[in-house]
């Protein structure tokens, strides 16, 4: 995977988390399909994702159907947050797309470094400021971008991440059918550059 991590993300320094949780944390290697989370079970773990990358994954409500909600690359931070300050019941499934490598802090560390003096007392509110914007910045795509605009951004983020999902799985986090992710390809292989629907 090509991300890489960035202490400044929208103005946001979380310099301080990625050191914390490569001198504190403990490296764990996860195996493709193996699961960081499992929702509906207490969370356990926040980590600095060093290698590989993982997908948030939940089920639908009528349909069982597996619905891609998230990732987390390499130089992101991974977990369930701010679950995974209390134990509280995951609210999403993280499995590792591939072979993947986590510098992983459980929840007692993590609330001790918050306690530990002002600076990482603000630093809880600032992970939830990153938090909130990404999402933000999610839901906004949404409205505000079509579905051809929404695969760049992707492939733009993670060049490498058609190789590690199914078309399905796109779509899934696209919140598009499959069949619209099959004439995007189309179309960027034979030269149209015309845009689709956002709601295709």
């Given at each position: 995977?090509?991300?890489?991590?960035?202490?400044?993300?929208?103005?946001?320094?979380?310099?301080?988390?990625?050191?914390?949780?490569?001198?504190?944390?403990?490296?764990?290697?996860?195996?493709?399909?193996?699961?960081?989370?499992?929702?509906?079970?207490?969370?356990?773990?926040?980590?600095?994702?060093?290698?590989?990358?993982?997908?948030?994954?939940?089920?639908?409500?009528?349909?069982?159907?597996?619905?891609?909600?998230?990732?987390?690359?390499?130089?992101?931070?991974?977990?369930?947050?701010?679950?995974?300050?209390?134990?509280?019941?995951?609210?999403?499934?993280?499995?590792?797309?591939?072979?993947?490598?986590?510098?992983?802090?459980?929840?007692?560390?993590?609330?001790?470094?918050?306690?530990?003096?002002?600076?990482?007392?603000?630093?809880?509110?600032?992970?939830?400021?990153?938090?909130?914007?990404?999402?933000?910045?999610?839901?906004?795509?949404?409205?505000?971008?079509?579905?051809?605009?929404?695969?760049?951004?992707?492939?733009?983020?993670?060049?490498?991440i058609v190789e590690h999902l199914s078309l399905?799985?796109?779509?899934?986090?696209?919140?598009?059918?499959?069949?619209?992710?099959?004439?995007?390809?189309?179309?960027?292989?034979?030269?149209?550059?015309?845009?689709?629907?956002?709601?295709?």
């Open positions: 995977m090509e991300q890489k991590f960035n202490a400044h993300v929208h103005g946001i320094d979380l310099g301080l988390l990625h050191d914390f949780c490569e001198r504190e944390g403990k490296c764990v290697e996860y195996k493709k399909g193996e699961l960081m989370e499992r929702e509906g079970e207490p969370t356990r773990w926040f980590g600095f994702v060093a290698d590989g990358c993982f997908k948030y994954v939940t089920q639908g409500i009528s349909d069982g159907r597996e619905h891609i909600t998230w990732f987390s690359f390499e130089g992101e931070f991974v977990g369930d947050y701010p679950h995974c300050l209390y134990g509280k019941p995951s609210q999403t499934t993280i499995e590792a797309m591939v072979s993947s490598r986590v510098h992983q802090v459980n929840d007692e560390q993590m609330m001790q470094l918050f306690r530990q003096n002002m600076q990482t007392m603000e630093l809880r509110g600032i992970i939830a400021e990153h938090l909130l914007s990404q999402a933000r910045a999610r839901y906004l795509d949404f409205h505000r971008t079509t579905a051809r605009e929404r695969y760049d951004l992707l492939l733009r983020r993670c060049p490498g399905n799985a796109i779509a899934s986090f696209l919140n598009i059918t499959p069949k619209t992710i099959s004439q995007i390809r189309r179309d960027i292989t034979f030269g149209d550059k015309s845009t689709l629907s956002p709601f295709t």
